[in-house]
Structures are given as C-alpha cells and as structure tokens.
C-alpha cells in the first residue's frame, strides 16, 4: 500500500509563500505526481501535476504563482506556493499515479494523502 503523507500547511499573510512537502511510501521516478485543492463547499481541484521527465502542468488560478517539484531519491513533491491570495485557502492533498497519461484528473490517481490545511488571511 503506497502511502502519502503531506506537510507543511499552515497560516499566512496574502502575498505571502508556502512550501508542501509530499512524502511517499515507495519511488516515485515512475509515477505521475500530483497536488489538488478543497475549499471549504467547493469541488475538489487539481491544481498541479508532474510526470517522470519533469514536464509540469498547472491550474489556470495558479500558473505562475506555483511550482511542483521533485527529490527522486528522497521520494518527496514539494508544492511551492507564492503570492499567494485569499482563493488559495483550502485543504492540500497529495496524490499519486502509476499511469502513463499525467493529467490532473481526480479520477486517475489511485494514492492519495490526508491533506495539510493552507488558510491565507488579509
């Protein structure tokens, strides 16, 4: 069972910067990598994805502003997040896929994590 556990959440200033920290159970140089957002009564949204050459895809609300990466030998995504706004509040979870299509589509990820709590105030 692969397993993901997110950190890192926390509260912040808008304008302000955050760094998620995704550690997971086993390698993932193979695997499509990704991190999604709920805001409180909101659907889940997938904010950014990797595949295992490095070829990123983000969000339109956070192209820019955010940048997901990764340490292949420790086995940790990390989700930067600046400038961040009052629409940023929301619970972050970590995700994981073995397949070769790297999207964020909820429906692909198998793995997920319990999330970490981002609240960005004014």
């Known amino acids: 069972q692969v397993q993901l556990v997110e950190s890192g959440g926390g509260s912040v200033q808008a304008g302000g910067s955050l760094k998620l920290s995704c550690l997971v159970s086993?390698?993932?140089?193979?695997?499509?990598m990704a991190w999604f957002r709920q805001a409180p009564g909101k659907a889940r949204e997938g904010v950014a994805s990797r595949n295992w050459i490095g070829t990123a895809i983000y969000a339109d609300s956070v192209q820019g502003r955010f940048t997901i990466s990764q340490d292949t030998a420790k086995n940790i995504v990390y989700l930067q997040m600046n400038s961040l706004s009052l629409e940023d509040t929301a619970m972050y979870y970590c995700?994981?896929?073995?397949?070769?299509?790297?999207?964020?589509?909820?429906?692909?990820?198998?793995?997920w994590g319990q999330g970490t709590q981002v609240i960005v105030s004014s």
């Open positions: 086993t390698h993932i140089d193979k695997s499509c």
């Open positions: 995700a994981a896929h073995s397949g070769k299509i790297c999207s964020r589509r909820e429906a692909d990820f198998e793995y």
